[in-house]
């Protein structure tokens, strides 16, 4: 009985010390790291695309860009639900044009540097991959994601 309670107390403390001992050398409250990028990428996202004309819906572009996404993307995205990756079907809404096509075209940068893609990763466990797209075939993809919120 009593070698059983020492045993125990001595895991006790073995547990306490592993957690304590966390970083002992870093001081504790370390900042949150500035995001390092500025307004306009925060927006549009880092990549190849700066700017995209967007007017009405075309739908005959919506149709190739569904076909795209149908190889290439839904393996891992749904519209409505949470998939291997987040659900897209108001990301148009969500999202600036550039930000959603520079994720298509620039995934790996994207996920180093833009702080919430950081975040999705954390959440989702997948980095995105680049499919390597076109940048025609991207604006097709985005515009059928676009023809999702309308229709929502
Ligand atoms: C292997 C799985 C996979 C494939 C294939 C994939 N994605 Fe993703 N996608 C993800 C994951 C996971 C995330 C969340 C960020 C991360 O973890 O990298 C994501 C994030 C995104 C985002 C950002 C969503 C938001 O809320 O900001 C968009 C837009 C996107 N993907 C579009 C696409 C498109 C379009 C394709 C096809 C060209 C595609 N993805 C192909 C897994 C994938």
Redesign the pocket.
């Given at each position: 009985m009593r070698a059983s309670i020492h045993l125990l107390a001595a895991l006790l403390v073995v547990t306490l010390a592993a957690c304590g001992g966390d970083s002992p050398n870093q001081g504790g409250n370390t900042p949150a790291e500035p995001a390092g990028l500025t307004q306009a990428q925060l927006e549009k996202g880092v990549g190849p695309i700066t700017s995209v004309d967007v007017s009405s819906l075309d739908a005959a572009l919506a149709a190739q860009g569904e076909q795209?996404?149908t190889v290439?993307?839904s393996?891992?995205?749904k519209m409505a639900d949470r998939y291997?990756?987040?659900p897209?079907g108001t990301?148009a809404s969500?999202?600036s044009p550039e930000?959603?096509m520079n994720?298509?075209l620039n995934?790996e940068e994207m996920?180093q540097k833009h702080p919430?893609?950081k975040a999705?990763?954390g959440q989702?466990m997948?980095?995105?991959?680049n499919?390597h797209?076109t940048e025609d075939e991207a604006r097709a993809?985005l515009e059928y994601?676009r023809a999702q919120v309308e229709e929502a």
């Open positions: 795209v996404f290439k993307c393996a891992c995205h291997v990756g987040p897209l990301v969500e999202r930000f959603i994720m298509i995934p996920i919430d893609v999705m990763l989702f997948t980095p995105m991959p499919q797209l993809v994601l």
